[in-house]
């Protein structure tokens, strides 16, 4: 198993300028989490889904936007980069939302940089 | 809103020493606390969750609700638990919030 994998690892874009991050796993988990790491800072939610199909705004959803068509993909989109928007982005699964099985894991990490 | 602390960046140790990294909480309800755990070169993971009531590794963390606080302690430190800690609470949904993190450095 492959476990929970990001696309791309790294990535500079110019402000203005779209993107597409991809969060893909394999051990069949209900739930997927986007997350973004800035330094000093501890991770902050961004959006979740809790299914295929579904969505829900995290702490900090402002500026992207999230699709989980699939039930092993989750996407996060950046329709207009900006510099804000720098960061190291985490993506993460879990089997369900409660008791034990909420235990998340984590991908690699994708560090986007936007100039 | 609710808030996780840790106040110390980087704690240093020597081998065989306790070891004690702070975390903090403000949260009106009752809380799900955690502990995760990013070796160097390794992705963040679970170590423990308060719920359990567990032992990890010889770490243990025990929920404080009067000083909202869910230290994790171990009672001899190695050099293998150098990592970086994050504290994390989980709200009434799903929304999970994290500490900015301790490095934990373990000296020889």
């Known amino acids: 198993n492959a476990g929970v994998t990001q696309t791309p690892k790294f990535r500079v874009l110019k402000t203005g300028q779209s993107m597409t991050l991809l969060c893909a796993q394999d051990?069949?988990?209900?739930?997927m989490y986007w997350y973004r790491q800035d330094p000093g800072m501890g991770l902050r939610l961004i959006h979740y889904s809790v299914g295929e199909g579904t969505t829900a705004k995290g702490e900090v959803p402002d500026g992207y936007n999230v699709s989980r068509l699939k039930k092993q993909n989750f996407l996060l989109g950046l329709e207009s980069a900006a510099p804000s928007q720098t960061s190291v982005y985490f993506c993460a699964s879990s089997y369900s939302g409660s008791g034990d099985s909420d235990t998340q894991y984590f991908g690699p990490g994708t560090r986007l940089t936007v100039l | 809103a609710q808030r996780v602390t840790q106040p110390e960046k980087l704690l240093s140790v020597f081998k065989g020493a306790p070891v004690e990294l702070k975390c903090n909480y403000s949260y009106s309800g009752s809380p799900e606390l955690f502990w995760y755990v990013q070796y160097s070169r390794q992705r963040l993971q679970l170590l423990l969750r308060h719920i359990s009531r567990e032992s990890i590794k010889g770490f243990t963390a025990d929920l404080n609700k009067g000083e909202t606080s869910f230290h994790l302690k171990k009672p001899f430190a190695q050099e293998e638990d150098s990592a970086m800690y994050y504290c994390?609470?989980?709200?009434?949904?799903?929304?999970?919030?994290f500490g900015p993190g301790t490095r934990l450095s373990v000296l020889p």
């Open positions: 994390a609470l989980k709200d009434y949904g799903q929304n999970f919030v």
């Open positions: 051990m069949n988990h209900e739930y």
